[in-house]
């Protein structure tokens, strides 16, 4: 089945974080916190406005060193933090039970990808809805199924209700969702509902 992700807009809002307890009240299995110009101090604010018994569901993309203090469950490493990342490193996260996952933008470096993770994002697929401009892959690099791949992968960038069902066909494990989610932040529980249920509509 595929599976899906939300990944938080870089900026902070009023009332988000009752959006995402709402999220996984209604069955969201993982969040990722990427807010690249957050602190420490206010990264801790909103972690805690987030129930306690869902904080394993959540991956850190910023601040890692607070994932012990709070239960976290998963690390996400960008492009340039993976690029610092040592093997060691990952083995240690791992040891402590925490997922890990990456992000790519290229084919050749996710082919070629020193380490393994749990996941990868990789994308973007479509025309980004969040971000004006940004404009998704050429469809042969979309395309991954009958590929060697290293780790499951997720397709992220653009993905719509009507684009959902495309991405299993393409060898994806799931869909990284952002842009389709917080296009209206007080409507984000509905517009996942409604990923989910395509989801199981066709198993």
């Not at 479509?126 to 404009?135: L, R, T, V």
Request: hydrophobic share 40%.
């Amino acid at each position: 089945m595929l599976k899906l992700v939300v990944i938080t807009t870089a900026e902070r809002w009023l009332g988000e974080s009752r959006q995402i307890n709402s999220l996984f009240e209604a069955g969201l299995d993982c969040l990722h916190l990427r807010k690249p110009h957050i602190s420490q101090a206010d990264l801790h604010i909103l972690i805690n406005e987030i129930k306690v018994e869902f904080h394993p569901r959540l991956s850190l993309h910023q601040h890692h060193e607070m994932a012990d203090n709070f239960g976290i469950g998963g690390l996400h490493y960008t492009e340039n933090a993976r690029r610092q990342l040592t093997a060691a490193a990952l083995r240690s996260n791992k040891a402590r039970g925490l997922r890990t996952s990456t992000s790519f933008h290229r084919l050749q470096d996710l082919e070629e990808s020193a380490y393994v993770f749990d996941y990868a994002f990789y994308g973007p697929l479509f025309d980004s809805i969040s971000k004006e401009g940004y404009q998704g892959l050429a469809h042969e690099y979309c395309d991954l199924s009958g590929r060697v791949l290293p780790m499951p992968i997720f397709g992220l960038g653009g993905i719509t209700l009507n684009r959902l069902l495309q991405l299993p066909a393409w060898g994806y494990a799931g869909a990284a969702l952002l842009g389709s989610i917080w296009k209206q932040p007080g409507e984000a529980t509905n517009q996942f509902q409604q990923f989910r249920s395509i989801i199981q509509s066709t198993n």
